[in-house]
């Protein structure tokens, strides 16, 4: 038997095998529907990032010797992509997801390694995204946004610490984020641990978007969420005599 003990949001399906030990990381996770759009709109689709165009359509000249890059998707496909450059202290960021990183708008000056964007417009929506930082440290790329100005989404995440994904010498192998509510939901462990027979296991998870690469998941901090609403997980696993066993589990705590 097994307890999920904690949440950093909200909730999951998990997929247990009782053979032996099963490492947290290894559990199967379920999507939830998010803001999923309006009536007529196509289904949102899992995102191929092996197919996401990579191509920069233009670029400013860049004077720094390791500049860096990152891929932002926006829409519920994930159609919209926006182009960040970071050229020593300088953001280049392609804000109408045009692939023209030229424009008087999308140069912005850094305070040390951070970069303040400030109101942001969905080029796949029309909606305003509020106080858009994206800041550099020596190990990872963190970004925060305030999506539809009342949902608070930032990355980037790993499943445990030191494990963050952080922006790559070329756009070949830029880290791809995707970021907000309006996109079905997925699930990120965080520091789980193993999952072992007749032990008690503290089952975390953040909720979002997964990115390209491991460590580049975006989390949506878990107040967006009214306090009285809370999802169930349903755990499927083999008990010791070999039979099917399935337990439900309210989702009430957050962390």
Same mark, same amino acid.
């Given at each position: 038997?097994?307890?999920?003990?904690?949440?950093?949001?909200?909730?999951?399906?998990?997929?247990?095998?009782?053979?032996?030990?099963?490492?947290?990381?290894?559990?199967?996770?379920?999507?939830?529907?998010?803001?999923?759009?309006?009536?007529?709109?196509?289904?949102?689709?899992?995102?191929?990032?092996?197919?996401?165009?990579?191509?920069?359509?233009?670029?400013?000249?860049?004077?720094?010797?390791?500049? !860096?890059?990152?891929? &932002?998707?926006?829409?519920?496909? #994930?159609?919209?992509?926006?182009? $960040? =450059?970071? @050229?020593?202290? /300088?953001?280049?960021?392609?804000?109408?997801?045009?692939?023209?990183?030229?424009?008087?708008?999308?140069?912005?000056?850094?305070?040390?390694?951070?970069?303040?964007?400030?109101?942001?417009?969905?080029?796949?929506?029309?909606?305003?995204?509020?106080?858009?930082?994206?800041?550099?440290?020596?190990?990872?790329?963190?970004?925060?946004?305030?999506?539809?100005?009342?949902?608070?989404?930032?990355?980037?995440?790993?499943?445990?610490?030191?494990?963050?994904?952080?922006?790559?010498?070329?756009?070949?192998?830029?880290?791809?984020?995707?970021?907000?509510?309006? !996109?079905?939901?997925? &699930?990120?462990?965080?520091?789980? #641990?193993?999952?072992?027979?007749? $032990? =008690?296991? @503290?089952?975390? /998870?953040?909720?979002?978007?997964?990115?390209?690469?491991?460590?580049?998941?975006?989390?949506?901090?878990?107040?967006?969420?009214?306090?009285?609403?809370?999802?169930?997980?349903?755990?499927?696993?083999?008990?010791?005599?070999?039979?099917?066993?399935?337990?439900?589990?309210?989702?009430?705590?957050?962390?």
């Amino acid at each position: 038997m097994r307890r999920i003990a904690c949440l950093l949001c909200l909730g999951l399906t998990l997929l247990a095998q009782d053979e032996g030990e099963k490492e947290a990381q290894d559990a199967g996770l379920g999507a939830l529907g998010g803001m999923l759009g309006g009536e007529g709109e196509e289904a949102p689709r899992p995102i191929d990032f092996a197919k996401v165009d990579r191509r920069i359509g233009r670029l400013p000249a860049l004077t720094s010797k390791a500049p !860096r890059y990152g891929l &932002f998707l926006f829409g519920t496909q #994930g159609e919209k992509r926006v182009w $960040a =450059v970071v @050229d020593g202290d /300088v953001l280049y960021l392609d804000r109408n997801a045009d692939g023209d990183l030229t424009g008087a708008t999308e140069r912005i000056a850094g305070e040390g390694r951070s970069f303040k964007i400030g109101d942001f417009v969905d080029p796949a929506t029309g909606a305003v995204h509020k106080a858009f930082t994206i800041t550099l440290t020596d190990d990872s790329v963190r970004y925060t946004i305030l999506w539809r100005g009342n949902a608070v989404t930032f990355g980037s995440y790993g499943p445990e610490p030191g494990s963050y994904a952080t922006l790559a010498a070329s756009p070949e192998t830029a880290p791809v984020f995707v970021l907000g509510t309006d !996109r079905p939901f997925e &699930f990120e462990h965080w520091m789980s #641990g193993t999952l072992a027979r007749d $032990a =008690v296991t @503290d089952f975390k /998870v953040y909720v979002g978007h997964r990115g390209s690469t491991r460590g580049a998941f975006t989390t949506v901090k878990d107040t967006f969420l009214p306090p009285e609403e809370y999802l169930q997980a349903e755990l499927h696993y083999t008990d010791a005599g070999g039979k099917k066993q399935r337990t439900m589990v309210k989702l009430k705590e957050r962390c």
